[in-house]
């Protein structure tokens, strides 16, 4: 197993999970953080946190005491992208230069890198298996695949061991306010009478947080694995260029309207629903759906259906909020 494991933006909504994750399962623990600090409840004294910001490759830590590092640390989200692309590239793209030649310069066994599903644009056919074409409709996509062709390139150039994941729609507990879930529970928590929401025709695999974490620690399991005993992975065929890229989903399809609904319901409102197209359809999916097989063959399955993941969210949103 991989003694310690480094986890760039392990502050962040995914990065605290994976963080508790590995720990879980007797990794060695490390989170880079630069502008957010770990969360102050149990469980997160015993990581390292090391400052250092991806954007800057002189301020990274060497990378020298670990056996593997995960790489999250990046803008996030969609609309934060469209108002500041140029952040986006630096942050996504250049940053991941900067990690990738400090894990190269640094003798790093395997890297794990955080891609994103909103890579694939519109999808030729559902479910969307991992050898699709991708287009990406936005700067944050963009950055994205930018991301994977780096990831790629120092793979082929230089012998290390890199995979990709690909989470769809995540969601849970800890989530910035402006994404779908934790603005519904939000409203509804504040009791609102009416939720103002943008477009609620898209569908989406709505994936828990914890089952995104474990997808990711399946991987580094499985990379850390494939090196003791000197082989590769499990790639369907040696020529296929996205052999050890992963999807993460639910492998199950759900529409922006029943969510809300499921919700409504979960947290006993009443509320009417006031939908207005907030934005811009030249850069909406109308449906996504995962296919995981990939991943499953490494003994992946998710946890938690939309049902169990919005109650662990509504619970947890709700604790945090009386404390």
């Known amino acids: 197993m991989t003694e310690s494991v480094l986890v760039t933006g392990g502050s962040g909504f995914i990065g605290r999970h994976v963080l508790e994750e590995l720990r879980d399962a007797g990794y060695g623990v490390a989170a880079l953080t630069h502008a957010s600090p770990l969360p102050d409840r149990p469980g997160f004294e015993a990581v390292d946190a090391v400052d250092g910001d991806v954007t800057r490759f002189e301020s990274l830590p060497s990378f020298e005491p670990y056996d593997a590092v995960v790489h ?21 793209t250049t940053g991941t230069v900067n990690v990738f030649e400090r894990a190269r310069a640094d003798d790093v066994g395997s890297v794990v890198y ?15 298996t991992e050898s699709q074409s991708v287009e990406p409709l936005h700067p944050y996509a ?25 989470p769809f729609t995540t969601y849970g ?15 509804l928590q504040s009791g609102a009478d009416v939720l103002e929401l943008g477009n609620l025709s898209p569908t989406r695999d709505f994936v828990y947080v914890r089952d995104v974490a474990s997808a990711i620690r399946t991987v580094v399991d499985s990379d850390r694995q494939a090196a003791d005993e000197g082989t590769t992975d499990d790639s369907p065929t040696a020529a296929d260029s996205t052999a050890d890229v992963y999807n993460v989903g639910s492998e199950s399809e759900t529409s922006v309207r029943e969510v809300v609904e499921r919700l409504r319901s979960l947290m006993e409102s009443d509320a009417s629903i006031e939908s207005t197209k907030k934005r811009d359809e030249r850069v ?5 759906v995962a296919d995981c097989s990939r991943l499953k063959r490494l003994g992946w399955r998710p946890e938690f259906d939309l049902e169990s993941g919005l109650e662990q969210t509504i619970a947890q949103e709700d604790s945090q909020k009386h404390e």
């Open 72 to 92: 999250l640390a990046g803008v996030v989200s969609v609309g934060d992208s469209l108002e500041r692309p140029r952040r986006t590239y630096e942050v996504n």
């Open 114 to 128: 955080g891609s994103s599903a909103a890579i694939y644009g519109i999808p030729d056919e559902l479910p969307i």
């Open 142 to 166: 963009a950055s994205k695949l930018a991301g994977e062709q780096v990831a790629k390139a120092t793979a082929n150039a230089y012998e290390l061991d890199v995979a990709v994941v690909r």
């Open 173 to 187: 507990p800890g989530q910035r306010s402006d994404n779908l879930i934790p603005h519904v529970v939000s409203q």
């Open 284 to 288: 909406e999916i109308p449906r996504m």
